[in-house]
């Protein structure tokens, strides 16, 4: 596609569910980057993939949650046993160089945790 | 540790009028610094950026930035504000690995007709 694309847009779930958040970076983009934008809050960055490089997770708040990547594609960002203070807006990137420079962000999952 | 701190959460500006929205950065070497735009349902869309050289950055849709080492700050500026210009801007550097962006916590700009 033309741009990063992020699904579903819209999720609501009870609290203890498990949820997954699906991201397509732009073709052809070796880096990917999920972040955490909660109300009135800036990016809180979770993890980061380069190619087939092992990912840096340090970013993540707590076990519960993980991320995976299939090579240079698709994306999953799973939470497990949602609270509600995992209510937020999960924003994913990509980078056609494995930087900064040139990231394009995807228009991002609401997540509401009931 | 590389930080960014966006001290107005909220600003309002009337149609017309000039923008300024301020950042400040720490960080131990020469920054790099980005200004994103986040318009309501969209993605962020980068405005401008600063590695080096020219201290006085022009970005898309009419924005700037001047780089002010001795103040460590990176100001948004524009001289006449249109009403589509009203969304949450962010101010980011590169992390000390190089390899992603840390974020201030934004500013909601809204503007008045």
């Known amino acids: 596609g033309a741009g990063v694309s992020q699904s579903p847009s819209n999720k609501v779930t009870e609290k203890g569910k498990d949820v997954e958040l699906r991201c397509d970076p732009i073709?052809?983009?070796?880096?990917l980057y999920w972040y955490r934008q909660r109300l009135g809050q800036g990016l809180e960055f979770l993890i980061y993939?380069?190619?087939?490089?092992?990912?840096?997770k340090s970013g993540l708040p707590s076990d519960r949650f993980s991320a995976e990547r299939t090579g240079e594609s698709v994306s999953t960002l799973t939470i497990q046993r949602t609270q509600q203070e995992d209510s937020a807006v999960y924003l994913c990137?990509?980078?056609?160089?494995?930087?900064?420079?040139?990231?394009?962000f995807g228009s991002g999952t609401q997540l509401s945790v009931l | 540790a590389q930080s960014v701190t966006q001290p107005d959460i909220h600003i309002t500006v009337s149609e017309g009028a000039s923008l300024e929205l301020r950042c400040n950065y720490s960080?131990?070497?020469?920054?790099?610094l980005f200004w994103y735009v986040q318009s309501p349902g969209q993605g962020l869309q980068l405005l401008l950026k600063?590695?080096?050289?020219?201290?006085l950055v022009q970005g898309i849709k009419g924005f700037e930035a001047e780089f002010k080492r001795s103040q460590s700050s990176f100001n948004l500026r524009k001289p006449s504000v249109h009403w589509s210009d009203a969304a949450e801007y962010f101010c980011?550097?590169?992390?000390?690995?190089?390899?992603?962006?840390?974020f201030g916590g934004g500013t909601r700009l809204m503007v008045k007709p």
């Open positions: 990137a990509s980078s056609p160089g494995g930087g900064y420079e040139k990231l394009f």
């Open positions: 073709s052809g983009h070796t880096a």
């Open positions: 993939f380069q190619g087939n490089s092992a990912p840096d």
């Open positions: 960080y131990g070497a020469t920054p790099y």
């Open positions: 600063y590695f080096s050289g020219d201290t």
């Open positions: 980011a550097v590169v992390n000390n690995a190089g390899n992603m962006l840390t």
